[in-house]
């Protein structure tokens, strides 16, 4: 699983220490929770489309 998580966040350039100040932690924090976003909304779209390939009463 931290692979996983470093490799998420090395794709959404965000470095993997934590900020040391709070000038670089709301910067940090916001980067993080858009990328989360972007990937639960692709997620949620993939979803979707396979909810519709799999409904066989529409055929």
């Known amino acids: 699983m931290a692979p996983v998580i470093a490799e998420f966040f090395d794709i959404i350039g965000v470095s993997q220490t934590p ?3 709070l000038a670089e932690l709301i910067p940090y924090l916001l980067t993080v929770l858009v990328g989360v976003a972007l990937v ?3 997620f ?3 979803g979707r489309l396979v909810e519709l ?3 066989f009463r529409r055929w």
Do not use: K, Y
Request: charged share 25%; no cysteine.
């Open 19 to 21: 900020p040391e100040t």
């Open 40 to 42: 639960s909304g692709v």
């Open 44 to 46: 949620r779209v993939i």
């Open 53 to 55: 390939l799999t409904d």
